[in-house]
């Protein structure tokens, strides 16, 4: 990885997995109390206290800490006995255990320590570079970096080492096909014996399964070599992006893709091919899995454009959530682009964002999830930003109401699975955007500008003021209200999916 900026915040893998936790149990639990340069976070049921350095005061409450978390008698606190003391209180107040969690915490603080303590090749293309950058993950999750599986070895396959993969190939006889749309970008591969059809397959997960069918011909490993992207299962490869099951939790899901998730990705690409969205979402027209019990959902890979035919003349594509880091951990770090002048920058940014959002939803029904891991900024020469690209149909949904009939069209299991009421909707739109995306943007800014925080919430709000349409829920967020946000900690503390996770209140 590239060097932090001179004068950046010291990044440790201890000190990064205790403030996770706080950030979590801080917007979840209980705000804690600001007491000079420290913020004190109550413990009361268990009769505890943790309190942490403060480097940085946000006005929205999500502040930026340094150091290690202390206990009440100030005695410093090691990342596992904060998981451990967060777990107790955790359990006082849900009358809930999860003799899960602190091993999680654990797994996901064994990636971050090895990602940041071992140097890796960088790829050398910016934007993949940008993809393997994220050895520290969602600060508001308690164990954003945790992968749980049954077997190999995390890092052969995982973005932060990285890692370049060649895929394993089967070749599936036509007849045990289940296949959809448009496939070119998968048979492009390699070549297979007539009367069969190409399958590629992420090799960790034919690990995994064990795939072992007289009917389905081994063609081993091989080919070119793909890159493991932010979310570990989507790879990048010569015809595009190949999004594969991988039967291994990552925070909060085991990552397999639904035979209904399939269909969805091909549905919804062919919806969105006839309307014109405001917003730039990168497609997903195909989908093949073998159409056999127990490997249907197991071996599913489905096709995702490359950014190539999206992008602005020299135009070079980040990952959004590198751009925004805590830590200016690579080049596509806000800190190396924005250069003097941060409120031009942001101004600028916010108009390619909030109004094509807000428009794909609240004027055509069409729910995105445009949290920092599923946008891709374009930026110019100057580091400007010119465009954004949105992607991953799994978390892209319909408004029930306004898509009555597509949906009645659709198989029962796959019209579930794209259908939101429209609070459903408000919700995930408002959290991905407003919260995770927006205010974290705002911080890495404030954290080279301190003293603009207001300023950037000001071109905020003027932003979401001067939309054409203005949606109620928006007018009442400008009048003061709350917005929702994703209960991560209390989610995995519950073990609930992220359809079904819960939200709580911010302003």
């Not at 995770?436 to 404030?446: I, M, P, S």
């Not at 003061?480 to 073990?495: D, I």
Request: proline share 8%.
């Amino acid at each position: 990885m590239s060097t932090p900026t001179i004068g950046a915040p010291a990044v440790s893998a201890d000190h990064v997995v205790a403030h996770n936790l706080l950030n979590c149990y801080v917007r979840e639990i209980n705000p804690g109390v600001l007491d000079g340069g420290h913020l004190v976070v109550p413990l009361p049921r268990t009769g505890r206290a943790l309190r942490v350095e403060v480097r940085r005061r946000s006005l929205s409450g999500a502040h930026r800490f340094t150091g290690p978390a202390r206990t009440e008698h100030g005695a410093e606190a090691a990342w596992w006995e904060v998981a451990e003391l967060v777990a107790a209180e955790l359990t006082a107040i849900t009358g809930v255990a999860n003799d899960e969690f602190t091993a999680q915490v654990a797994a996901s603080h064994e990636v971050t320590e090895t990602a940041l303590c071992q140097r890796f090749h960088e790829h050398p293309d910016p934007y993949l570079a940008s993809e393997q950058s994220l050895p520290l993950g969602h600060r508001f999750h308690p164990s954003p970096k945790a992968r749980t599986a049954t077997r190999g070895d995390w890092r052969d396959y995982a973005p932060e080492t990285g890692s370049r993969i060649a895929l394993r190939y089967l070749a599936v006889p036509a007849d045990l096909v289940l296949e959809s749309g448009e496939l070119g970008a998968i048979d492009a591969l390699r070549p297979v014996p007539a009367g069969h059809r190409l399958l590629p397959v992420h090799p960790w997960q034919f690990d995994l399964l064990n795939v072992a069918d007289d009917r389905l011909l081994d063609l081993g490993t091989g080919g070119p070599l793909c890159t493991p992207t932010s979310s570990v299962r989507t790879l990048h490869g010569p015809t595009g992006f190949l999004k594969f099951s991988l039967n291994v939790r990552i925070t909060n899901c085991v990552r397999r893709n639904a035979v209904y998730e399939l269909a969805s990705a091909v549905a919804l690409t062919g919806l969105l091919d006839r309307i014109d969205l405001p917003a730039r979402v990168l497609r997903e027209p195909g989908y093949r899995t073998v159409d056999l019990p127990g490997l249907r959902d197991g071996l599913g890979v489905i096709v995702r454009d490359d950014v190539t035919g999206h992008l602005p003349a020299a135009a070079t594509p980040l990952l959004a959530a590198a751009v925004a880091d805590e830590y200016p951990l690579s080049d596509a770090h806000v800190s190396r682009l924005a250069g003097a002048d941060v409120l031009g920058w942001w101004a600028a940014y916010l108009r390619l964002l909030v109004p094509p959002v807000l428009a794909t939803w609240f004027d055509h029904g069409v729910v995105l999830e445009p949290h920092l891991q599923n946008v891709l900024v374009c930026v110019a020469g100057d580091g400007m930003p010119v465009r954004l690209l949105f992607r991953d149909l799994e978390g892209t949904k319909l408004v029930a109401d306004r898509h009555a009939a597509t949906l009645a069209a659709l198989p029962p299991d796959v019209a579930a699975s794209l259908a939101y009421t429209r609070e459903q909707a408000w919700r995930r739109v408002a959290y991905c955007l407003l919260v995770n995306h927006v205010a974290e943007f705002v911080a890495a800014l404030a954290d080279l500008r301190p003293e603009l925080e207001p300023d950037l919430w000001a071109l905020v709000r003027r932003e979401l003021a001067g939309l054409p349409r203005l949606p109620p829920e928006v007018a009442a967020v400008l009048a003061g209200g709350p917005v929702p946000a994703k209960a991560n900690l209390l989610a995995r503390w519950r073990r609930t999916n992220d359809r079904g996770a819960g939200y709580v209140p911010i302003r």
